[in-house]
Nanobody, 119 residues
Framework: QVQLVESGGGLVQAGGSLRLSCVAS????????MGWYRQAPGKQRELIAA???????NYADSVKGRFTVSRDNAKNTVYLQMNSLKPEDTAVYYC?????????????WGQGTLVTVSS
């Protein structure tokens, strides 16, 4: 079964840091773009950071300068380092990946991990 599994969420005080990880597993031949989305209560899911297979990154304005996305292609893993966290960063964070697998081309989503930032 091809899947993404996230880890690293939790409760942190404003100004603190967290690091999220997301591992792709299963019969995967290639991973193309990978990214992180988040969904706050009552809001739509939004893309906050993305990284290509070549390492080119892109960020939403709301996290630029505070969050860093990276990937380890050998480990099929994408990371999100979150610094200077604010209460408005509270959300469920989802990783996303475009992969070529034994089942063909797939768009995968992680199960989501909750990040809560207290003031």
């Amino acid at each position: 079964q091809v899947q993404l599994v996230e880890s690293g969420g939790g409760l942190v005080q404003a100004g603190g840091s967290l690091r999220l990880s997301c591992v792709a597993s299963g019969s995967i031949f290639s991973i193309y773009n990978m990214g992180w989305y988040r969904q706050a209560p009552g809001k739509q899911r939004e893309l906050i950071a993305a990284i290509t297979s070549g390492g080119i990154t892109n960020y939403a304005d709301s996290v630029k300068g505070r969050f860093t996305v990276s990937r380890d292609n050998a480990k099929n893993t994408v990371y999100l380092q979150m610094n200077s966290l604010k209460p408005e960063d509270t959300a469920v964070y989802y990783c996303n990946a475009d992969v070529r697998s034994g089942s063909g081309y797939l768009v995968l989503w992680g199960q989501g991990t909750l990040v809560t930032v207290s003031s």
